[in-house]
Each structure stands twice: as C-alpha cells, then as structure tokens.
C-alpha cells in the first residue's frame, strides 16, 4: 500500500542560522511521501533568499512567503491551509526531528487517536534535557490525558505541537488565533496557550491518544525563543480555562480549586482565578494533597 503523504510544516521568521538543519531534518525522512511547507513571516535577515535555494535542491519543498508579518500564530494556519497531506507534523524553526519520526508515529496512527506524541528532549548545545515522562503508556485515554494536562501535569505532556502528528483538518479545525479574553492578552503574538488548544481541540474528537516510545522529537533552547523570554504562565491558564468552560464546564470546580492551591503554595505567580465562577471542589483538594505527599515518599 502507498504510504499517506504527510505535511510536514514550517513556520519561519528571522532564522537563518538555525533553519537550515530544521529542514535537513525533515528532507531526511524515511517515510519519503512528504511535503515540506515553509512559510516566511516576512524575514528581514536572508531567510527567504536561503529558502529559495533550498527549493532547488528537494522538489518536496513548498515555500510561501506573507507580504508582511501576520504573527506566529496566523503563519501557523497559513502553513496549515497550505498543506495537502492528510496528515501533518508541525516543526518550528529551530527544532528538529529525527528521520524516523512521521515512519514511527505513523505505524500507531489509527482511526481512534487524535494524536501521536514522541518522546522530546531540549537540547542547548551540547547540554541536553529529556522530559518524557509520558512515555510510561503506549496510550491513554482522553479523559485520563485532560486530568494530567489541565490540571499539574505529572506526567509531563508537552503544550507545543512540535513533538506530535496530528491529522491536518483536525489541525484546521482546532487552530484559535484569538482567544477571547478580558485581560488583553494578545496569543497571537506569542502563540502560548494556541499550541495547547490544538492539542486540547483535537482529543475532544476521539476516545484516547497515543506514543511512541522512542525519542524523535528535539526542542532547541536558546536566547531568541519565545518560551524562553517570556512569562506564558497566564496565556496556558486562560487557554485551559477557555476550553474548559466550553468543553468541558462540570471541569471548573476542580480546574478553579487547582489554581487556587497552587496560587496559596506559589505566592508569588498570580493566578486567573478571579475569572472563575463556582465554587470549590474540596474533595478534590484532599485527594490532590494526599497525592502529592505520597509521592514525595
């Protein structure tokens, strides 16, 4: 059987010394069938320039370039709307993927999964950091992968799409690019809390997710990253509490008790919780404690 072209995409902005192994990256899948979408943010520093050259060498890139910068977040659904696969793999400008990552994370696909996540690890120079722990489980149901996610996250799912393969009209169908909210916070600049809801969307639609227990998945850190220079802590929690209220609203009490623990254990991090409406969920609260004691034993 023909294997299923793959999207593979590639928002850019201003990286020419680091874009150029992101596509190596992913011109050097073993699953062949691929497309390569680059999309340029109307880069000031050579990019388009280097990603005209880099169409000559493989027939499977496409670039595309905006007539002026749009943000982060509307060059990802640029990316996305440009894309013919039936399946696709956001890859950020400065990350990378191993070649096997869409041939591992395509063999568990199935008509049950929203998404495939591989094992991540950041990496700054030579210094690299491996933060996988969801990779004790090939699969987990939805209902068990919102309680980790919106709520501290034990096992350490990741927010950015970078690790994930996802089917490309359910990203169609989960991108926001402004989420409504009463404290100015402008994700399209950033895309913090955007990358969380693609993740959050898509599992609505399906019974459980799924992951591949191998490392494919390499998140650069560095000065000029976004979630390295900015506090996103507000943009994940008005995201979860946007979805949350729309999704899944018997949800609040518990997701409003959790904000109000960790805004009691954390004086200093502010919280939305002013934004909440219900009341406490204190039976969660117990359990939640006693959970979190019994692990540090």
């Known amino acids: 059987m023909e294997k299923k072209l793959v999207s593979i995409l590639i928002p850019v902005y201003n990286r020419l010394s680091l874009v150029s192994q992101t596509i190596e990256s992913a011109i ?12 340029d943010n109307c880069s000031t520093d ?18 595309f370039r905006n007539e002026t910068n749009i943000g982060p977040v509307k060059n ?11 399946y696709a793999k956001i890859l950020y400008s400065d990350d990378l993927i191993d070649e096997n990552f869409i041939e591992e994370t395509m063999k568990v696909f199935d008509n049950r999964t929203a998404f495939v996540l591989s094992m991540v690890k950041t990496f700054n120079g030579n210094q690299i950091t491996d933060f996988s722990i969801y990779k004790k489980k090939a699969e987990y149901l939805t209902s068990d992968y919102y309680r980790n ?4 996250n034990p096992n350490g799912f990741p927010v950015s799409p970078g690790c994930a393969l996802f089917r490309t009209l359910d990203l169609k169908l989960s991108l926001i690019i402004d989420i409504p909210n009463t404290l100015s916070l402008d994700f399209n600049r950033l895309g913090a809390g955007n990358d969380l809801l693609l993740f959050l969307n898509t599992a609505n639609r399906y019974p459980h997710i799924k992951v591949v227990n191998c490392t494919t998945a390499f998140f650069r850190s560095h000065n000029e990253s976004f979630t390295t ?30 904000l109000w623990y960790r805004e009691k254990r954390d004086k200093e991090k502010k919280t939305i919780l002013r934004l ?15 959970k979190n004691i019994a692990r540090r034993f």
């Open 76 to 86: 990802w659904k640029r990316c996305i709307d440009e894309a013919r696969g039936q």
């Open 276 to 290: 909440i409406e219900g009341k406490k969920d204190f039976l969660f609260l117990f359990r939640f404690i006693l």
């Open 149 to 152: 996610i919106l709520l501290n």
């Open 229 to 258: 220079t900015n506090n996103l802590d507000v943009y994940y929690d008005f995201a979860k509490y946007y979805f949350i209220k729309n999704n899944k609203p018997a949800f609040l009490s518990i997701f409003k008790t959790y």
């Open 46 to 63: 050579g990019t388009w320039k280097l990603l005209q050259n880099c169409c000559l060498k493989d027939n499977r890139i496409r670039i």
């Open 28 to 39: 050097n899948q073993t699953h062949r069938n691929i497309e390569i979408i680059i999309c």
